[in-house]
């Protein structure tokens, strides 16, 4: 199914996404249409709040039922159509650890130390929130 992205008065992208920890382990997820390897995340619906799309797109592209904790740093950037996006962050824990089903959008999933992560993540900005996340556990 299509779905018509949410857009701000700024015209920017509205997107939102997780840093899922479960196990002293980050959820990271591979995308095979970009082939990279990233956070899960996407762009809201119209009329969806941030939290909410946040936990659908968690659902959707990793089967995880998460629950939304502390909001991380937002990303600004342009995104591969040339629009501006912002993209909301929260760190999150499963409800339950669920087996993985390959889906459109992401053929793996990894549970992955955050040093892992470090050198798996294709992006600065994901490896620099998964910094975050894992700081403010403590």
């Not at 779905?3 to 990271?28: K, M, N, S, T, Y």
Request: aromatic content about 8%.
């Amino acid at each position: 199914m299509h779905r018509v992205p949410e857009f701000d008065q700024h015209g920017r992208v509205l997107a939102a996404g997780g840093v899922i920890l479960h196990g002293g382990r980050v959820c990271v997820i591979h995308r095979p249409r970009y082939e990279d390897w990233s956070l899960p995340k996407g762009k809201l619906d119209a009329g969806e709040d941030f939290q909410t799309g946040a936990l659908r797109e968690v659902w959707e592209e990793t089967g995880l039922t998460a629950t939304c904790g502390d909001e991380l740093t937002p990303h600004e950037y342009v995104d591969r159509k040339h629009r501006p996006k912002l993209v909301r962050w929260w760190r999150m824990t499963i409800d339950a650890d669920t087996p993985f089903v390959v889906n459109d959008e992401v053929d793996e999933r990894r549970w992955v130390t955050p040093g892992e992560a470090e050198q798996l993540l294709d992006y600065e900005h994901d490896r620099a929130l998964v910094r975050e996340a894992v700081g403010a556990t403590g």
